[in-house]
């Protein structure tokens, strides 16, 4: 074996820190099947996010193969992100003859990645390796980060595989950097690092012993503050000030920033961008389209692929949601926010009388008339009770406080909590009752998930991606 060829499982996860790591929900990182094929002499290695090529050859055991001769001296790379399927089978093909090496790479793949369609190949080195991906055919295109990401990816090995294997060690590249790298290029802001780093120290702290939520918001000028204050420095010497301050945009206002100079508090009519920050070591990048760019939580960037709102396009789609219906579930996902403690909001035609049930059995507190929770204020108020808040599709809530029953009829998850077993177990049984039933769970640390009476044999959303 060639050191390329070795050096393809390093290849592989740089690229899969892409593919995978950069969706936060675990259902997410199906949406692709990545691939790095090897041609030595007569050899071929395949190198998969996918148990399917299995078949095809010869299992090799990647922790063997990551303490090869190649790899000694370098520790740092003996642990990969996405443990891979490596496959080894015998072939008979002119080494000379690409296309004939692209034809067979593509007919193997069609024929065991049936459920998916081909994206692309790239050559990576000569005409020995390459790197193919396969996306779920329900997802339409991939998004520009992740295109931008992994491009930047494959120039790095290209350049290492034709000019430093024999001189130097492997790159190490890192995806915080990368995200980073990428994003100051697309803003062509050069301080765009500095302002992360900013943001995630004041969403570190904690005031008075309450996490960090509010939004800050950079524009172009500094004449829109409804309070202004007399420039501070945004910068890290003064965050545990701009922390204290971040407790006035709790409701509906923004900190105001114009070139790194906090001037005042407001509601901004246009910017450059936006940081909301949803809790401990937890924001969102939006820019001035208000569209979500990333999320950073606890030390690592996401794509906003996965965040509520896409998964209640999904739903609608399936569902066919009411005029009422929908704008109930937008309000809600977009001050969830607010629930600092989390949260659990059930949906449902019969709330009232599902309600009525729950607390003559004295498991909740019934509302002695509806009340609607579109107000954020009231979303917030509610939800500060442990328990269920009980609406109806119009967001008029009938209950609150509620402690849900049901028997447990689904595989649950002891590492989620109480909120996301229940909330499962409940719908799972108002799915056997053909109730039309919808649960938002949003737990402490700011994870989200939406649950469906709909949905066959009652999946999660997440869980539900592949069969949408």
């Known amino acids: 074996m060639n050191k390329e060829t070795a050096f393809c499982a390093l290849l592989f996860n740089d690229l899969a820190d892409v593919y995978f790591e950069l969706y936060e929900k675990k259902g997410a990182r199906t949406v692709y099947s990545l691939s790095v094929w090897s041609f030595d002499e007569e050899q071929l290695i395949v190198i998969s996010s996918s148990p399917e090529f299995a078949s095809m050859g010869t299992l090799i055991n990647t922790d063997e193969w990551l303490h090869g001769d190649f790899y000694d001296g370098l520790p740092h790379h003996t642990k990969l992100s996405i443990k891979p399927h490596i496959i080894s089978c015998q072939i008979n093909i002119d080494t000379h003859a690409k296309h004939l090496k692209k034809d067979l790479m593509r007919s193997i793949a069609d024929s065991h990645l049936v459920e998916m369609k081909y994206v692309d190949c790239w050559t990576a080195y000569r005409d020995s390796i390459y790197v193919m991906l396969y996306r779920d055919t329900s997802v339409n295109e991939t998004p520009e980060l992740i295109q931008l990401a992994s491009e930047h990816i494959l120039v790095i090995w290209r350049e290492y ?72 420095p945004f910068t890290l010497d003064y965050s545990k000030l701009l922390r204290k301050l971040l407790e006035t945009t709790r409701y509906n206002y923004c900190l105001l920033v114009s070139n790194f100079k906090l001037y005042g508090i407001g509601n901004p009519s246009t910017t450059i961008l936006k940081y909301k920050i949803t809790g401990h070591l937890t924001w969102d990048l939006i820019d001035e389209t208000d569209n979500q760019v990333l999320r950073y939580k606890q030390g690592r960037y996401y794509l906003p692929l996965s965040t509520e709102i896409e998964e209640l396009h999904k739903l609608d789609r399936k569902d066919k949601f009411s005029n009422d219906m929908k704008k109930t579930l937008n309000v809600i996902v977009n001050n969830l926010h607010l629930a600092e403690h989390g949260a659990l909001i059930i949906i449902s035609n019969e709330a009232k009388r599902e309600a009525e049930r729950l607390c003559r059995k004295s498991m909740g507190l ?40 049901g028997k447990a009829g689904v595989q649950g998850n002891p590492a989620r909590g109480s909120r996301y077993n229940s909330a499962k177990t409940y719908v799972a049984n108002c799915a056997v009752e053909c109730l039309q039933v919808y649960a938002i769970v949003r737990s402490e640390d700011g994870d989200t998930d939406i649950f469906s009476s709909y949905i066959d044999a009652f999946r999660p959303i997440e869980e539900e991606k592949r069969w949408i």
């Not at 190490?172 to 803003?187: A, G």
């Not at 969403?203 to 012993?209: A, C, F, R, T």
């Not at 509610?382 to 402690?403: H, K, M, P």
């Open 161 to 232: 595989f034709y000019n430093a294997i024999n001189n130097t060690l492997p790159p190490q590249i890192y995806i915080n950097n990368t995200i980073e790298m990428l994003l100051s290029n697309q803003f062509r802001d050069s301080r765009l690092v500095e302002c992360f780093q900013i943001i995630t120290h004041i969403s570190s702290q904690y005031y008075e012993s309450a996490r960090s939520i509010g939004i800050i918001a950079f524009t172009r000028n500094s004449d829109e503050a409804i309070i202004p204050i007399e420039d501070l």
């Open 366 to 405: 019934l509302a002695k008339n509806p009340i609607s929770i579109l107000e954020a204020s009231v979303l917030k108020a509610l939800t500060s009770v442990d328990g269920a808040v009980f609406l109806d599709e119009n967001g008029q809530c009938y209950a609150f406080g509620v402690i849900l029953d």
